[in-house]
């Protein structure tokens, strides 16, 4: 079954061509069948190749030679392994539910527009499986340049909004700046080892000195802050909700910001030899994670909140990775793709019923008119929080134990940064669908349910986020290791060989659960009764609450340390060296050549005694040049 891996991304990119080629001629229905039936059909391949994978163990299929110098050869393969085969159901299978409630969240737009969007939508699923399925970093290069291409596109979807296009070029120069780190790292693969394929990378190690793994895993990481939104390359995250909200649920829970998580996952050899570039991954990953989420206590747009959400989840899947669980980093990406597509859609349902409003103070009470959104959401929401036995409790648990048996500081941390997980996770459901309803009367009069398109994707992913951390029970309560960890212990085998490992008695698990648990329900209850008699008001925030509500000001700090600085230097290279200097130069030169024809143009005046006259002091001039002094002399003494 693995042989036919290349039909996995094969049938996105055929509805990419299909649905961008044929979109002013065909209609909305069949645009919907091809951009939802492509994803479908390289689900059941996925699924397919998942259960084979289980069963047979993993290979490398190569479909063509890519590269091939003297120094090093790149072949087009693809690594069907533990790890792929999940990411490939993760991608998929999320990604046609997005698609299919795509088709109800994007029917208005005209036809050619909404076959853009599915075209797009496939190029971008495409460029995900491209990246995960490659086996070499050239290729994986290929698909991470994919994405970043297509969040572009995506984002800046409705062009005709500037700020939307001023969005999309953050996310594409912000991503930019972290895959040069990348692509500086495979450079010195090739100049060390001469090849970029995982296997003989991993193999070959020993060839490589400590400072040489150090930098490379270094700048795959800076790679990984670009794509995966750590600091301090966050920020383009919260502003890629700029475009359509299923391209934000695609973007949070199914592509591009796991790609760094992937990456790391994939290079997990690499990183446990590299225990500085270790220390560096979890300490960015905790302080991104309790950044961002300082942040999300004090946004009132429904996506942003969900957004910095996003960036403060994956600072606690990049805390797993640089602790050495790697299991748990990957089975946290699987649950944050259940719970946050289900929070981005329903999110969307809600925008889409509200007509386009987005400012949570301006909702509440839809829980009776909205129900299926209600129910989905507010299990989305406990998901996050970590109430067992949703998913998330499963997930973040694994992660903050690891961290607690590499230094207890860390799982305080990461303790604190749940319990904020809570609040703004519960003021956000609050506020949206408790007290009274706080929008127009029009609105009010207007307000539904979404159509089946968007509410199935909905249960669908409801379920998941249910009973998704099923697979990953803790062993202090299996007494062996979890289903996921023993599926992916083939690829993670030689780091767990390699790193040392403590374990905490049972007792202390229980007590760190069940704390922690106890806490964050406190937290929840706490943050509803706070908010669920609130009444919109026209104050301005104050002090801390300001602080937060401008997200730090880090956005205003880039933009006078780095943004206004290079545009006052392109200003003046424009005006001063381009225009005044090298323009002038150049039009200088056309304006003297114009001046001056124009001045001898005048020499033509059609009077025959100018003419002479010229004629005589052209042959004075004449004998001025060619004769000297004593010649002429003697040629006027002869004369006369």
């Known amino acids: 079954m693995s042989k036919l891996v290349y039909l996995v991304p094969l049938f996105p990119l055929l509805g990419f061509l299909v649905n961008g080629l044929g979109r002013k001629s065909m209609s909305k229905s069949l645009i919907s069948i091809v951009g939802c039936g492509s994803l479908l059909l390289s689900f059941v391949v996925s699924v397919l190749i998942f259960f084979d994978v289980k069963a047979n163990g993993g290979s490398t299929v190569t479909l063509f030679g890519f590269i ?165 390359l966050y920020t383009w995250l919260p502003d890629a909700m700029a475009g359509p909200t299923p391209v934000s649920a695609l973007i949070h829970a199914a592509t591009m910001v796991t790609a760094g998580i992937y990456m790391i996952a994939r290079s997990n050899i690499l990183y446990t030899m590299a225990p500085a570039t270790q220390t560096l991954v979890a300490v960015v990953g905790l302080a991104t994670a309790i950044f961002a989420a300082t942040i999300a206590l004090k946004q009132n747009d429904i996506k942003k909140v969900l957004a910095y959400s996003t960036v403060s989840q994956l600072g606690y899947m990049f805390l797993g990775l640089g602790v050495g669980a790697y299991t748990g980093a990957v089975f946290h990406v699987m649950t944050h793709a259940f719970f946050k597509a289900l929070l981005f859609l329903g999110a969307g349902s809600v925008i889409h019923a509200m007509h386009h409003e987005q400012d949570i103070r301006k909702m509440g009470g839809l829980k009776k008119y909205m129900p299926i959104t209600h129910i989905t959401f507010l299990l989305a929401c406990l998901a996050i929080a970590g109430i067992p036995p949703f998913s998330g409790f499963f997930s973040k648990d694994e992660i903050l134990t690891a961290a607690f048996e590499k230094n207890p500081l860390y799982y305080y941390i990461g303790v604190a940064g749940a319990l904020m997980t809570a609040f703004y996770m519960f003021r956000l459901y609050t506020l949206t669908f408790l007290g009274n309803f706080r929008g127009t009367h029009e609105q009010e009069h207007h307000v539904h349910e979404s159509p089946w398109q968007m509410t199935f994707p909905l249960i669908v992913l409801a379920i998941l986020s249910v009973v998704g951390g099923l697979i990953g029970i803790p062993e202090v309560f299996a007494s062996h290791a979890h289903s996921l960890e023993h599926f992916l212990e083939p690829v993670f085998a030689q780091s767990a060989l390699l790193a040392e490992h403590t374990k905490l008695p049972a007792s202390q698990e229980y007590l760190m659960m069940g704390g922690s648990t106890v806490a964050i329900i406190i937290v929840i209850v706490l943050a509803i009764n706070s908010y669920k008699k609130y009444q919109a008001k026209e104050e301005e925030a104050a002090g801390v609450s300001k602080i937060l509500e401008h997200k730090w000001y880090v956005d205003e700090l880039y933009d006078a340390v780095i943004v206004n600085p290079l545009n006052a230097l392109a200003g003046f290279l424009k005006n001063v060296v381009e225009k005044s200097g090298i323009d002038g130069l150049v039009n200088g030169v056309g304006r003297l050549v114009s001046y001056g024809s124009r001045q001898l143009r005048l020499l033509q005046s059609g009077q025959v005694g100018n003419y002479i006259l010229i004629m005589v002091l052209s042959m004075v001039v004449f004998f001025l040049i060619w004769f000297n002094d004593a010649t002429i002399v003697q040629f006027f003494h002869k004369i006369f």
């Open 68 to 232: 091939d110098a003297d120094s090093f050869k790149i072949p087009f393969a693809f690594q069907i392994d533990q790890l792929s085969s999940l990411f490939l159901l993760i991608i998929t299978g999320i990604g046609f539910l997005i698609h299919l409630y795509s088709s109800a969240y994007m029917h208005e737009e005209e036809p050619q527009h909404y076959g853009r969007y599915f075209a797009y939508l496939n190029l971008f699923v495409f460029s995900m499986l491209l990246l995960v399925l490659g086996a070499n970093y050239v290729i994986m290069f290929i698909g991470w340049e994919g994405v970043g291409l297509c969040s572009y596109l995506l984002i800046g979807f409705w062009f005709k909004n500037n700020t939307y296009n001023y969005a999309a070029r953050k996310a594409f120069v912000m991503n930019r700046i972290g895959d040069l780190g990348f692509l500086l790292a495979v450079f010195w693969l090739l100049y060390k080892l001469g090849t970029a394929t995982y296997v003989d990378v991993f193999a070959a190690t020993s060839q490589l000195s400590t400072f040489d793994i150090t930098a490379i895993t270094t700048l795959l990481f800076v790679g990984a802050m670009g794509k995966s939104a750590q600091i301090p």
